[in-house]
């Protein structure tokens, strides 16, 4: 059973900073692709940020120079590094990856961009 747990979400300022974690676990996350998603309000859900196994990253064009993904094998996590933060970043981030031919998902993690 592969588990997703998100963290680090919050409110913060339009050009404000916020890190997110996802920690995996039932996974041979070395060999993982991850990924992270968001879902704002009333919107359908889009990729943000992808990150595979070689350590390649790929973004969404609305984040890109913003928005930065890592992963530490070691404690297998992934981490989304969310700097010049805008209102329209508003949405539920979410930690994936598919695995034993199916895609996994994280609870969610709520980041609001308000001033």
């Known amino acids: 059973q592969v588990r997703l747990v998100e963290s680090g979400g919050g409110s913060v300022q339009p050009g404000g900073s916020l890190r997110l974690s996802c920690t995996a676990s039932g996974v041979n996350f070395k060999i993982a692709t991850m990924n992270w998603y968001r879902q704002a309000p009333g919107k359908e859900r889009e990729l943000v940020a992808t990150?595979?196994?070689?350590?390649?990253?790929n973004y969404a064009d609305a984040v890109k120079g913003r928005f930065a993904i890592s992963r530490d094998n070691a404690w297998t996590r992934v981490y989304l590094q969310m700097d010049s933060l805008q209102p329209e970043d508003t949405a539920v981030y979410s930690c994936?990856?598919?695995?034993?031919?199916?895609?996994?998902w994280g609870k969610g993690a709520l980041v609001t961009v308000s001033s």
């Open positions: 994936n990856t598919n695995y034993y031919g199916r895609s996994w």
């Open positions: 990150i595979t196994s070689g350590g390649t990253t």
